[in-house]
C-alpha cells in the first residue's frame, strides 16, 4: 500500500510533469506570418502580372520590391507583355540587358499617387535607373486617362504594404539615352536616317530642346529609291550625293516640334480641325487611326498615295513606337513621308 508521503509527492510530480510540459508547449516559439502585402509578392500571388514577376526574377528586381523600401510600380499585365512578344515561360535566351532596362522603368522610387496628379503632358518621375518617365492626364468625355510614357493605365494607386501599384495596358518604353542624336547613333536600325541627318546639318540640333522624330527604318529606306528628285536614301553614297537643302526639307518633315507620344499626336490632330499636325519644315501631315488601339494611328504625308503606320518586323513583336529620351520621343514608321 502506498504512503500518504510518497502519494502525495507522487501527485506533485506528475502535476508538475503537466505544467512543464504546458509551459513548454505555450512558450515554443511561434513562426510570425509572412506579410505578403509587399509589391514584389502581390506580383506573385497574381496570376494576371505572371510574366511580370518573370522579369523581376530574371532581372534580380524582386527582392527589392518585397522590402519595406517605398516604391511605385508601374506592372504591366500579362497581355500588355504578349503584345511585345514576351509569353510566360523561363526567360533565358533574351538580352538581359533590354530586361534590365524595362524591369528599372517600372519601378520608381518613392510614393507617386497618378489619380492626384494634375492634368497635363509629360509630368516627369524618376525611375530606379536615374532616367524619367512621363506621366500624362487628360479628360476625354467625362473619364480622366492616365498614360506613362504613352501607355495606358488602366488601374491608378493599387495600394500595397510598401508602396502603390499602377497597373498597365500596355508596357512602358524605357528611356535610356539622353538625347534623341544620342538615341540615333545608337541604334543601328536608323543608320540610313541618321547619316540624312547628318548629312543637312540637323543631328545637332537633335540634342537640344524637345522634338519628336519619326523615323523610317533603314529597310524602308534601301527599298525607297529616289524619293524626290535629288533625294535618294538607300545607302551612304546616295546620301552623300543628295542635295543638303532638299535633304533639309525632307528630313524636317519627319520631326515635329516637343515630346508627342502617340496619343499626344492624336489628340492634337483631332484638336487641329483638319486631323492634321504641324512638323518642323512648317508643313502638315494628316493623322488617322484609333487612340486607343495598339500603335494604331497612320501619318501621311500631302504627297503620300497611302498612309504611314509604325514599323513592324515580320514573325517579331518588337514595340518602334514611344520611344522616349531625355529630349523627346521617337516613332519608327514604315514609309517615308513627302510634303
Given at each position: 500500500m502506498m504512503s500518504l508521503h510518497r502519494y502525495t509527492m507522487l501527485l506533485f510530480s506528475l502535476l508538475l510533469t503537466a505544467c512543464l510540459q504546458g509551459c513548454d508547449k505555450d512558450d515554443a516559439p511561434v513562426a510570425a506570418p509572412q506579410d505578403r502585402s509587399g509589391i514584389g509578392y502581390v506580383m506573385e500571388d497574381n496570376f494576371n502580372y505572371s510574366v511580370t514577376k518573370l522579369v523581376l526574377d530574371y532581372t534580380g528586381q524582386s527582392d527589392r520590391l518585397k522590402s519595406d523600401t517605398v516604391f511605385t510600380f508601374l506592372a504591366p499585365d500579362n497581355a500588355a507583355w504578349f503584345?511585345?512578344?514576351?509569353?510566360?515561360?523561363?526567360?533565358?535566351?533574351?538580352?538581359?540587358?533590354?530586361?534590365?532596362?524595362?524591369?528599372?522603368?517600372?519601378?520608381?522610387?518613392?510614393?507617386?499617387?497618378?489619380?492626384?496628379?494634375?492634368?497635363?503632358?509629360?509630368?516627369?518621375?524618376?525611375?530606379?535607373?536615374?532616367?524619367?518617365?512621363?506621366?500624362?492626364?487628360?479628360?476625354?468625355?467625362?473619364?480622366?486617362?492616365?498614360?506613362?510614357?504613352?501607355?495606358?493605365?488602366?488601374?491608378?494607386?493599387?495600394?500595397?504594404?510598401?508602396?502603390?501599384?499602377?497597373?498597365?495596358?500596355?508596357?512602358?518604353?524605357?528611356?535610356?539615352?539622353?538625347?534623341?542624336?544620342?538615341?540615333?547613333?545608337?541604334?543601328?536600325?536608323?543608320?540610313?536616317?541618321?547619316?540624312?541627318?547628318?548629312?543637312?546639318?540637323?543631328?545637332?540640333?537633335?540634342?537640344t530642346g524637345e522634338h519628336t522624330v519619326l523615323a523610317p527604318h533603314n529597310a524602308v529606306l534601301r527599298a525607297a529609291?529616289?524619293?524626290?528628285?535629288?533625294?535618294?536614301?538607300?545607302?551612304?553614297?546616295?546620301?552623300?550625293?543628295?542635295?543638303?537643302?532638299?535633304?533639309?526639307?525632307?528630313?524636317?518633315?519627319?520631326?515635329?516640334?516637343?515630346?508627342?507620344?502617340?496619343?499626344?499626336?492624336?489628340?492634337?490632330?483631332?484638336?487641329?480641325?483638319?486631323?492634321?499636325?504641324i512638323t518642323e519644315n512648317g508643313a502638315r501631315i494628316t493623322i488617322a487611326g484609333n487612340i486607343d488601339g495598339y500603335n494604331s494611328i497612320s501619318f501621311r504625308g500631302v504627297q503620300n498615295a497611302s498612309a504611314a503606320v509604325i514599323y513592324t518586323v515580320r514573325g517579331l513583336v518588337i514595340n518602334f513606337a514611344n520611344l522616349p529620351s531625355g529630349n523627346g520621343v521617337l516613332h519608327c514608321i514604315n514609309q517615308v513621308l513627302i510634303p
Amino acid at each position: 500500500m502506498m504512503s500518504l508521503h510518497r502519494y502525495t509527492m507522487l501527485l506533485f510530480s506528475l502535476l508538475l510533469t503537466a505544467c512543464l510540459q504546458g509551459c513548454d508547449k505555450d512558450d515554443a516559439p511561434v513562426a510570425a506570418p509572412q506579410d505578403r502585402s509587399g509589391i514584389g509578392y502581390v506580383m506573385e500571388d497574381n496570376f494576371n502580372y505572371s510574366v511580370t514577376k518573370l522579369v523581376l526574377d530574371y532581372t534580380g528586381q524582386s527582392d527589392r520590391l518585397k522590402s519595406d523600401t517605398v516604391f511605385t510600380f508601374l506592372a504591366p499585365d500579362n497581355a500588355a507583355w504578349f503584345r511585345q512578344g514576351i509569353l510566360p515561360r523561363p526567360i533565358v535566351t533574351e538580352s538581359n540587358e533590354w530586361y534590365l532596362n524595362m524591369a528599372r522603368n517600372l519601378i520608381l522610387p518613392g510614393s507617386h499617387s497618378l489619380r492626384a496628379m494634375p492634368l497635363g503632358d509629360n509630368q516627369p518621375l524618376t525611375n530606379a535607373a536615374g532616367f524619367k518617365i512621363y506621366v500624362s492626364r487628360y479628360k476625354t468625355g467625362n473619364d480622366t486617362i492616365t498614360r506613362v510614357n504613352g501607355a495606358k493605365v488602366s488601374l491608378t494607386d493599387l495600394k500595397a504594404g510598401n508602396g502603390l501599384i499602377q497597373s498597365m495596358e500596355d508596357v512602358p518604353m524605357a528611356e535610356t539615352k539622353p538625347t534623341l542624336a544620342d538615341m540615333l547613333l545608337n541604334d543601328t536600325a536608323y543608320t540610313l536616317f541618321t547619316q540624312a541627318l547628318q548629312r543637312c546639318g540637323l543631328l545637332e540640333s537633335l540634342k537640344t530642346g524637345e522634338h519628336t522624330v519619326l523615323a523610317p527604318h533603314n529597310a524602308v529606306l534601301r527599298a525607297a529609291g529616289t524619293i524626290q528628285p535629288g533625294i535618294n536614301l538607300s545607302t551612304a553614297a546616295d546620301i552623300l550625293a543628295s542635295d543638303p537643302q532638299a535633304l533639309a526639307a525632307l528630313m524636317k518633315y519627319h520631326i515635329l516640334p516637343g515630346r508627342q507620344f502617340l496619343d499626344a499626336i492624336h489628340r492634337s490632330a483631332a484638336a487641329s480641325g483638319d486631323a492634321s499636325i504641324i512638323t518642323e519644315n512648317g508643313a502638315r501631315i494628316t493623322i488617322a487611326g484609333n487612340i486607343d488601339g495598339y500603335n494604331s494611328i497612320s501619318f501621311r504625308g500631302v504627297q503620300n498615295a497611302s498612309a504611314a503606320v509604325i514599323y513592324t518586323v515580320r514573325g517579331l513583336v518588337i514595340n518602334f513606337a514611344n520611344l522616349p529620351s531625355g529630349n523627346g520621343v521617337l516613332h519608327c514608321i514604315n514609309q517615308v513621308l513627302i510634303p
